[in-house]
RNA sequence: GGUCCUGUGGCCGAGUGGCUAGGCAGUGGUCUGCAAAACCAUCUACAGCGGUUCGAAUCCGCUCGGGACCUCCA
């Protein structure tokens, strides 16, 4: 089953059985977030997918060295010579160090993520911690003539490159292509071509983060820190590199090209990228302002919504979609997928109380290989999803005794779908109900309307119900007694 | 302008040649003092036009619409 598993590689654009270069071992890089500000939703998504990916490779078995790396060099704002980095500048804005800024807003994106419960990497380095590392790798590709100074500055040679390999494999572009897009740019006279790229920068007076090298005071080129520590922690070629969509072209184009001149071999076996959260059917972006903080979600405080949502339902949200797949944010969505994930977590909680019989009436087998079919399909988690679906229906009917299962088959299925509901989906209960005082006050409430109802005191039982709703407790009277459960 | 992706029922969202996706909403039912919830059942699709094929949502062409990248961005 293990070997079954097929990921869609961008390299060729297709579908290919996943081949590890070592033995039930994979080495995985995935571009992390620049640490300048608040990382919003859409960055969530490609984390948060990537952590469904390690998390069903240790499912299937493999080791992972799972590496995502945490961008606070600051990269240019753009590419002309007086580009300023955008630590120093939103330093400057909040009068904060550089350091400072990072060190805020990784914490914050840590805090996020432990909420969308996403497991940490097994390593997260940090572009600063590994200056000499990438001044190395700029020393090896000018020694290789693929690249070349000017004005303390260094940058890739890309149409040298090209001479002897394919730039542009990866975003599917033509060298040419690129070229006569580029014929209105000005300023780069420090580059003998439009389309290279920096690997050193040096400092203007006003940069406040630079590093001594043999070119200039400066810092590393925006690509460059990847290279840099997908080589030092996975080698020179490895299993898998991640990261959104909009970082295909340059970003890793450029990473490809870097390795390639620095190692000699593609860097790289399978490239997989995720797809855009999209607000308004336009992307999530930082600069453009068209974006949600997780924060402003989990609270609702943000007029994009009525309400807010938990983590747990964003994630499963999230997981209704494809990873390739772009994926419009709504009220609406969330709405729906939040049922629907309540729906789910019963019947996983419901299958813990079955009962079992000699034999089965359901084909337990046949619905638990859907799932594995499902996710080595690359990842297919709403198909997935679908299926465990029709498990809760199975549950429903058992728990009805309108169907029976075996000793045997109640078991497989109770140890697959927690595996592949909270392991590898990496859903959790959302518990609400652990405040033991509330707790007591309740128990002792509903004792109270128990006796009012069965005085048949409707009066005094629905004043009860109503204004515990208007509190945001909802009652519910099922055969069993009453439940409650605060809303969420 | 160039490169690539995409258009599925009221909404979200799978599906790459023939067989029910799924969730939410709707409708009918079960349960209930009522309500809510839950459960069961069920309706509404494949942007348009043309082509290939015994057969297409699925392949090809054109038209129209949406998006990503080409400048930092997950």
């Given at each position: ?22 033995e039930n071992q994979v080495g995985m890089y995935v571009c992390g977030p620049t640490v300048y500000s608040d990382v919003h ?448």
């Amino acid at each position: 089953m293990q070997n079954q598993l097929k990921i869609y590689n961008t390299l060729t654009g297709e579908k290919e059985v996943f081949q590890s270069i070592l033995e039930n071992q994979v080495g995985m890089y995935v571009c992390g977030p620049t640490v300048y500000s608040d990382v919003h939703l859409g960055n969530c998504r490609t984390f948060i997918s990537f952590d469904m990916i390690y998390r069903y490779l240790l499912h299937l078995g493999y080791k992972v060295r799972y590496v995502r790396n945490i961008t606070d060099a600051g990269h240019l704002e753009n590419d002309a010579d007086e580009g300023e980095d955008k630590i120093s500048k939103k330093a400057r804005l909040e009068s904060l160090e550089p350091m400072e800024i990072v060190q805020k807003y990784t914490t914050g994106f840590h805090e996020i993520m432990a909420k969308f419960n996403a497991l940490p990497p097994s390593i997260e380095p940090t572009a600063t911690g590994h200056i000499i590392e990438q001044i190395e790798i700029v020393q090896e590709i000018i020694n290789k003539g693929l690249a070349y100074e000017s004005n303390g500055s260094v940058y890739f040679d890309v149409e040298t490159y090209n001479q002897e390999n394919d730039y542009g494999t990866l975003s599917k572009r033509k060298i040419e292509d690129l070229i006569s897009g580029t014929r209105d740019l000005d300023g780069q006279s420090e580059k003998r071509s439009p389309l290279d790229f920096a690997l050193w920068k040096k400092a203007s007076p006003s940069h406040i983060m630079r590093w001594p090298s043999p070119w200039s005071l400066g810092f590393p080129g925006w690509h460059l820190e990847c290279t840099a520590m997908s080589h030092k922690y996975l080698g020179a070629q490895f299993d898998i590199h991640g990261g959104g969509m909009d970082l295909k072209f340059p970003h890793h184009e450029c990473e490809i090209a870097q390795a390639k001149s620095f190692t000699g071999t593609n860097p790289v076996n399978y490239w997989m990228h995720t797809n855009m959260l999209t607000l308004n059917g336009k992307k999530m972006s930082k600069s453009t302002g068209n974006n949600l903080l997780p924060d402003e979600l989990f609270s609702g405080d943000t007029t994009l919504l009525e309400k807010g949502f938990h983590p747990m339902v964003a994630r499963f949200f999230m997981m209704q979609a494809h990873y390739r797949s772009e994926l419009d944010f709504s009220f609406e969505a969330l709405t729906a997928s939040e049922k629907g994930f309540h729906k789910l977590m019963q019947g996983v909680k419901d299958l813990e109380l079955l009962s079992t019989k000699e034999a089965s009436t359901e084909d337990v087998d046949g619905l638990i290989s859907s799932f594995y079919a499902a996710m080595n399909d690359d990842f297919n988690t709403p198909v997935l999803i679908a299926q465990l679906f029709e498990a809760v229906t199975i549950i429903n009917k058992v728990k009805d005794g309108k169907s029976s299962l075996s000793k045997d088959d109640l078991n497989n299925l109770k140890s697959t779908m927690n595996a592949l509901v909270f392991d590898v989906l990496g859903l959790n209960y959302i518990d609400v109900s652990d405040d033991s005082k509330l707790s007591s006050a309740m128990e002792i409430i509903l004792e109270l309307r128990k006796n009012a109802r069965e005085n048949k005191n409707w009066e005094i039982s629905d004043l009860i119900r109503d204004k515990l709703n208007e509190a945001g407790i909802a009652v519910k009277d099922g055969k069993d007694g009453t439940s409650w459960s605060v809303n969420s």
